[in-house]
């Protein structure tokens, strides 16, 4: 197979047309067979449910290519497991985890000219998502739904070398306690995007959410979880009922338990505390981890002790056995890995 005549090193994180797309409708209580299509255009009722009320729901992974040329993709199942959940909190149909796998292989391959070489550091990033698309007016769950797989190229992350990141305590809230945090939905990014302007307009990289009862403890960022290191190299880990289970985040604490045999605590994070801590990351499949070098809280610098300079030596090793899990360089747990090719 040839693959496509791009600069892959030099790819951002944009959205590109690749040649098929996966579709399936849901109607009269059932989905249908589904299958692949050229069509990147979607024609919808003006009154769509989706359009209306935001009834919606997406995941996100990535396709690449291991060190001994197979296309893979990284525990799949958990990204069909959670999309049930998201759309089971959404009143919306689940589009069952067997199809969402079967879905996924079909449109990888379809698109395997898209996948990116190894070594390349570009992925080709893999957008499932499903929406209301029948008329609503009254507020009430849609009738129709519709679940679509698109695939687009996209860079290496660390482009240019890895810069610790700056993060300010925000003032918005990301999620309602007994609300829709824990669920992967546009809508919680909806009311993420002005704290996210605001932040890059006070020179900040992201938005450090607190938990909406109290204020008091740390939640995640708009679109990645935290992890922190001890200074004796103790992974610890926020826990709250409205951050959204990162499976990257859920990934590096069995690496670091099992693999690296380094101790693990789940548990509430006070923002009062972190500054104990010696390294800071943002977990998500786009970076893997992202070191962050430093919290503002109104004013108050929080610098860890790994800098701005580079990635923590511990933040380092998770990174480095986890990609190189993916990249089939060392040998993980059973599963994890899907070959589609
Ligand atoms: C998708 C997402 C993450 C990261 O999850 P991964 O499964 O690791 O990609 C973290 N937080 C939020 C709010 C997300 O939407």
């Keep these: 197979m040839e693959k496509k005549n791009i600069d892959w090193e030099n790819l951002g994180f944009g959205y590109i047309t690749t040649d098929k797309r996966y579709v399936s409708n849901y109607k009269n ?31 996100g992974l990535k396709a690449y ?7 893979v993709t990284f525990r799949p199942d958990l990204n069909a497991e959670r999309m049930e959940d998201s759309a089971r909190r959404l009143e919306m149909p689940v589009f069952p985890k067997e199809r969402f796998l079967d879905a996924l292989d079909q449109v990888i391959k379809a698109n395997a000219a898209w996948v990116p070489p190894y070594g390349s550091g570009a992925t080709l990033y893999i957008r499932p998502y499903m929406f209301a698309s029948s008329p609503v007016i009254g507020v009430k769950p849609a009738e129709e739904y519709q679940f679509r797989i698109f695939t687009t190229p996209v860079g290496p992350y ?35 995007l002005h704290p996210y ?35 004796d190299h103790k992974i610890v880990v926020p826990k709250s009922d409205s951050i959204l289970p990162s499976i990257t985040r859920r990934s590096i604490v069995t690496v670091a338990k099992d693999i690296l045999g380094l101790e693990v605590e789940e548990r509430k994070v006070a923002l009062a505390e972190i500054g104990d801590f010696a390294e800071c990351g943002l977990c998500g499949t786009a970076a893997v ?3 962050v070098g430093k919290v503002v809280d109104h004013g108050k610098e929080i610098c860890f002790a790994s800098g701005m300079e580079k990635m923590g030596e511990i933040t380092q090793k998770l990174y480095d056995t986890l990609t190189g899990i993916q990249m089939g360089r060392i040998e993980g747990p059973e599963g994890w890995v899907r070959r589609i090719l």
């Design 29 to 59: 209580g059932a989905w249908d067979e589904g299958g692949l299509t050229e069509d990147a255009n979607i024609t919808l009722n003006e009154c769509a449910g989706i359009l209306q009320y935001c009834q919606e729901c997406f995941e």
């Design 65 to 71: 290519t291991t060190e001994e040329g197979h296309i």
């Design 158 to 192: 660390f482009k240019g070398g890895v810069h610790p990141l700056t993060i300010c305590v925000s003032d918005f809230d990301r999620a309602a306690p007994h609300g829709t945090g824990h669920i992967k939905a546009g809508l919680n990014y909806a009311m993420s």
């Design 197 to 231: 302007v605001v932040a890059h307009q006070n020179g900040f990289d992201e938005n450090m959410y607190l938990d909406p009862a109290t204020r008091t403890y740390v939640e995640e960022t708009g679109g990645a979880n935290f992890i922190f290191i001890t200074k």
């Design 289 to 291: 981890i992202s070191p």
